[in-house]
């Protein structure tokens, strides 16, 4: 059975700039603004941000700012993609930037599960409108309207752990060739500089 992602999720619009200042200024709150680069092309964001901004309005702050088990979707640019917001990136303080789509999860549906379907989906998958040669655009409309599998809880902790495995995997893998690369370079710098 299939369920649209309006069915399982409340979605809305990342936050324009107009709802933030880059410069702080008084009765504000420093945020942190979750940008394209922040997303890995595994389903994460990508450590600690580091893009500040500042919110007056609180109210609206504390109804947009992002939760942990959200996904976002990055819906404007080269690369269209789904990140899971995890406790660790939430407890940041973090609002989504214009480009993103947030996805809020109810409880049929597992946030990881989301976002490893948005991420295998192809970009034909999508009802895109292309911005120019390398940019595309998906509207909150036609990510309300997106098909996606209603699984047992069973299927879904199963794609929860290979989403979080497949990850480790690559980090760790990444990881050991930065230091074979490292160890080489550093061999390669000693051989080129012995008298």
Same mark, same amino acid.
């Given at each position: 059975?299939?369920?649209?992602?309006?069915?399982?999720?409340?979605?809305?619009?990342?936050?324009?700039?107009?709802?933030?200042?880059?410069?702080?200024?008084?009765?504000?709150?420093?945020?942190?603004?979750?940008?394209?680069?922040?997303?890995?092309? %595994?389903? =994460? &964001?990508?450590? *600690?941000?580091?893009?500040?901004?500042? #919110?007056? $309005? @609180?109210?609206?702050?504390?109804? /947009?700012?992002?939760?942990?088990?959200?996904?976002?979707?990055?819906?404007?640019?080269?690369?269209?993609?789904?990140?899971?917001?995890?406790?660790?990136?939430?407890?940041?303080?973090?609002?989504?930037?214009?480009?993103?789509?947030?996805?809020?999860?109810?409880?049929?549906?597992?946030?990881?599960?989301?976002?490893?379907?948005?991420?295998?989906?192809?970009?034909?998958?999508?009802?895109?409108?292309?911005?120019?040669?390398? %940019?595309? =655009? &998906?509207?909150? *409309?036609?990510?309300?309207?997106?098909? #996606?599998? $209603? @699984?047992?809880?069973?299927?879904? /902790?199963?794609?929860?752990?290979?989403?979080?495995?497949?990850?480790?995997?690559?980090?760790?893998?990444?990881?050991?060739?930065?230091?074979?690369?490292?160890?080489?370079?550093?061999?390669?710098?000693?051989?080129?500089?012995?008298?």
């Amino acid at each position: 059975m299939q369920k649209t992602l309006n069915d399982i999720a409340k979605l809305f619009s990342g936050q324009p700039e107009k709802a933030f200042s880059r410069v702080p200024f008084k009765n504000t709150k420093q945020v942190y603004l979750l940008q394209g680069d922040d997303i890995s092309q %595994t389903g =994460f &964001v990508n450590g *600690k941000l580091s893009t500040n901004v500042y #919110i007056s $309005d @609180l109210k609206r702050y504390e109804k /947009n700012k992002l939760i942990a088990g959200d996904v976002v979707f990055l819906c404007r640019g080269s690369g269209l993609r789904a990140a899971y917001i995890t406790e660790d990136i939430a407890s940041q303080g973090v609002i989504a930037g214009a480009n993103f789509i947030v996805i809020r999860p109810n409880k049929s549906l597992k946030g990881e599960v989301i976002t490893a379907f948005l991420n295998i989906k192809s970009i034909i998958g999508f009802k895109v409108r292309v911005l120019s040669l390398s %940019t595309y =655009f &998906v509207s909150l *409309k036609s990510i309300k309207t997106i098909s #996606i599998p $209603d @699984l047992d809880i069973d299927k879904q /902790n199963e794609i929860s752990d290979l989403f979080y495995s497949a990850h480790e995997e690559l980090t760790t893998g990444v990881e050991q060739v930065k230091q074979k690369y490292e160890q080489k370079y550093s061999h390669l710098h000693k051989l080129l500089n012995d008298d």
